[in-house]
């Protein structure tokens, strides 16, 4: 059967291949490309200072050209409300999120006052004659219970939230280890750095009863919830559309304030308005990712298997809690004991408020911070017992039998050959030699190593239930529509947001799996509340494939079942149980068939069709999924340390990853390449650093150093596919895959390559080479070894040596 493909005008509908050639030919639609007729320009004011007293003065910006509204904290809060969280713990004080501050600031950055104008150069002149005068009070930078002074007045510290997660007697446990390995591990501050910015814009309707806002978001019906709430006006008179988005990496996930703010402008002004986030505004306005330090004690026995742990997270939420809350670190407290058989554990949360830029979701989510923990003590622990690194984990792994496993912090790790996934990364990366192969350079003089970490990453995140305990306060369904039209094609509209990942390709692919069309033949439709179905947690959390790929796969099985049924009765077959598939339509059991053309024919035109059955072709299906899936990996990691300069060079990279059936393959690797780069990058080079005063460090691109390609090699990778029982397809998430471990592995080679004891320079990343250089330069009481001349570094190929 041959269906044409066809084209689509509308925001967010294309088939697939078809929006793949219109991405690479340049033809994609972002906030920024698109204006309206009489759209006016909104430009932020925003806080210089950390902690302030200020007094706003707007008569110079109000009567300055082309100015039509200077909006500041009282002209919002008496007809706004505050920002509703997505995520609160058990233990949580209220801090209350507006779209403007009022008579205090408390992180550089927080809107302050916001101008309207003709266009986005009079608004800028304008803003700079907003006068704000601050009495500076004292900022609190470091997060601890007991940092001073209060940055809320009615609350008795800085504690924003507590959570804990126990089981067993942890203190027995390690009271009988052979070994406690203790350590802060602490993951600075990280920024999204996506290539688009954030955007918003705003148009009421005529009378002002109902408001449309595009805005560049992964999470499309929390921000017209957010809308709702904050602006006063119910989910039915809130459209949100969400254009093509530039790069997400969960940075986008939640509403923001600016989403009010635009909105709230565009009433006050009778016109539509944009703003659009600058690079410079984006570092200190954009929520950042990480912010956290874990106090671990891991205790082993003497042949290193784990007899129990005892964690502390101390999250820096920044100045308010914002929507996510605390939520990445209750998801660090609860990972801590990783892809290991632990009975004995305690891990509890401590979030703290500090006068920084808030806290978010940024890819990982809570997971590499747990992960880097558990992985550094547990390498550590191995290089004290003497015991082989890999083989320390493969004694503590999870086996095939003993899953499905609860976790002391009562998640339940689904499915996974963890120790068999362990011995393919070592076969591949021939870690025997590898190892044999550093320390033979380190002989020489050179400051080689290898490293590995494992990892699980919580999945398909969304069940409602398991949502709703761990304090989430949002839904986890995921609703999808199928239908075919008259001409036989095929549309999918789901709530899902593609950004760069290729989820319109997987969600059509399982469409024409299903239905048995073409895949050119199937459009999917997406970025509209108007027209798209719910779901309940947006694009995040890994879910694409697990939860909107079962509900648009049960959809569409719906569909294919309803055309079955159709022909089975012009076929005068009775029921659909003895129709079979054919090429080109459905066949009875004596050979008799009836086209596909022949069928949808029927459907629309409702000729010919069983009693009771409505005319056209339609099937829809919400899934709500039992559990989260886990996704296991492990990644190996060769390095060389360049003695005089304190730079890491990663000279081989073994992926080993397990997320279930790959529904699409090709873009499983893009995803686990894309998030290596991101994991590298967090391990060697990007931080968001504050002075002790408060005062961001980076504030524009100068000063922030993501990973260039040539930091990031290829990548190897070794596949298995270990189906989820919690998951209608089996499929489990990708998308964090690369962040979560690459920190811990990277951390865990540069330890083996510089050997001091102790070195606690890993354990706080980034592990920037000029931190790295001086940490050398003060461990070294005696000169180091020379490099011999007859030893170069060889250059390594995939599938080849260690790389030395």
């Known amino acids: 059967m041959h269906l044409a493909m066809t084209t689509a005008r509308q925001v967010g509908q294309s088939p697939p291949g078809l929006n793949l050639r219109r991405l690479a030919a340049g033809g994609g639609r972002y906030l920024a490309d698109e204006q309206v007729a009489g759209e006016l320009h909104l430009v932020v004011v925003r806080s210089r200072e950390p902690h302030a007293r200020i007094s706003v003065v707007t008569s110079k910006a109000c009567a300055a050209p082309g100015v039509h509204a200077v909006l500041v904290g009282s002209d919002v809060r008496s007809a706004t409300d505050p920002m509703a969280m997505m995520w609160t713990t058990q233990i949580q004080a209220d801090a209350p999120t507006w779209c403007l501050a009022g008579e205090r600031v408390r992180y550089v950055g ?55 997660f126990e089981a067993g007697d942890p203190d027995a446990a390690l009271s009988t280890a052979a070994l406690i390995v203790a350590g802060r591990y602490t993951s600075n501050r990280v920024a999204g750095l996506s290539l688009e910015t954030r955007g918003v814009r705003a148009a009421w309707d005529i009378i002002g009863d109902s408001v449309t806002v595009w805005t560049s978001t992964q999470a499309l019906h929390q921000v017209r919830t957010s809308l709702s709430t904050t602006l006063r006006v119910p989910e039915s008179r809130v459209r949100v559309i969400c254009p093509d988005v530039g790069g997400a990496f969960g940075n986008k996930t939640c509403a923001y304030i600016e989403e009010t703010l635009v909105a709230f402008a565009a009433r006050v002004v009778g016109r539509p308005v944009r703003w659009i986030e600058s690079r410079s505004e984006a570092f200190t306005a954009t929520v950042h990712g990480r912010g956290t330090a874990v106090d671990l004690e891991l205790g082993l026995n003497a042949d290193g298997t784990i007899t129990g742990l005892r964690g502390t997270v101390v999250l820096d939420c920044g100045a308010t809690p914002y929507m996510a809350g605390a939520g990445s670190g209750v998801v660090t407290a609860a990972m801590l004991t990783g892809p290991y058989r632990v009975t004995d554990a305690l891990s509890e949360l401590v979030a703290v408020v500090t006068n920084k830029t808030p806290i978010g979701a940024y890819r990982g989510f809570g997971m590499p911070e747990a992960t880097f923990a558990i992985e550094r003590a547990l390498d550590e622990g191995a290089r004290r017992l003497g015991i082989d690194p890999i083989e320390i984990r493969r004694r503590n792994l999870l086996r095939p039998e003993e899953l499905p496993y609860w976790t002391p ?152 079942e309803r055309m079955r049924v159709i022909a089975a009765h012009i076929l005068e077959a009775g029921d659909s149980a003895g129709i079979q598939d054919t090429d080109s339509g459905f066949a009875d059991a004596a050979g008799v068939s009836v086209t596909v053309g022949q069928v949808v024919e029927a459907a629309w035109r409702a000729i010919d069709l069983p009693p009771d059955t409505e005319p056209g072709l339609e099937s829809s299906f919400t899934y709500d999924p039992r559990n989260f899936a886990f996704t296991f990996g492990v990644v190996a990691v060769v ?166």
């Not at 927080?110 to 002149?125: F, G, K, R, S, T």
């Not at 304008?126 to 930078?141: I, Q």
């Not at 009562?410 to 025997?432: F, I, K, N, Q, T």
């Open 639 to 804: 390095v060389e340390i360049d003695r005089d300069t304190g730079a890491v060079s990663v000279r081989r990279l073994v992926f080993g990853h397990d997320c279930g059936p790959q529904l699409n393959p090709a873009l499983v690797v893009g995803q686990i390449e894309g998030s290596t780069a991101q994991g590298i990058g967090a391990a060697l080079y990007e931080q968001l650093p504050y002075t002790d005063d408060g005062q961001p460090v980076v504030q524009s691109m100068w000063d922030y150093f993501p990973p260039l390609p040539a930091n990031v090699p290829p990548v190897e990778l070794v596949h298995l596919e270990t189906p989820s029982p919690f998951s209608l397809n089996g499929a489990k998430g990708a998308g964090e895959s690369g962040a979560i471990p690459l920190p811990a592995a990277l951390a865990n080679a540069i330890r083996d390559a510089i050997g001091a004891e102790p070195a606690h320079i890993v354990d706080t990343i980034p592990i920037t080479a000029d931190r790295l250089l001086a940490a050398l330069d003060s461990m070294t009481s005696t000169p180091a070894p020379q490099p011999q001349p007859s030893a170069p570094v060889r250059v390594w190929a995939t599938g080849g040596g260690s790389g030395f």
């Open 409 to 560: 912090a009562m998640m339940c790790l689904d499915s996974g050959r963890y120790g068999e996934l362990l011995d393919l990364v070592a076969d591949h990366v021939d870690w025997p030699r590898a190892r044999r192969e550093a320390a033979e350079a380190r002989a020489r003089g050179r400051l080689a190593g290898v490293g590995v970490a494992c990892y699980v990453e919580a999945s398909n995140f969304g069940p409602s239930a398991a949502a709703a305990m761990m304090g989430i306060n949002n839904p986890g369904h995921d609703r999808a529509v199928v239908r075919m039209d008259a001409a036989g094609l095929v549309t999918v509209l789901t709530g899902q947001i593609p950004m760069g990942q290729g989820l319109e390709t997987v969600l059509a692919q399982v469409a024409a799996d299903e239905i048995g069309v073409a895949l050119e033949s199937v459009s999917v439709i997406y970025g509209d509340t108007q027209a798209c179905p719910y779901t309940g947690y947006a694009s995040g959390g890994s879910r694409g494939a697990g939860v909107a790929g079962s509900a648009v796969m049960m959809a569409a099985r719906g569909l294919r």
């Open 110 to 164: 927080e809107p302050i006052a916001a101008v309207v104008a003709d266009d986005a150069y009079l608004a800028e002149d304008a803003a700079e004659l907003v006068d704000v005068s601050y009495e500076r009070l004292p900022a609190v930078v470091e997060a601890g219970a007991d940092s001073a002074p209060l940055i809320y007045d009615d609350w008795p510290d800085n504690v924003f939230g507590r959570t804990r």
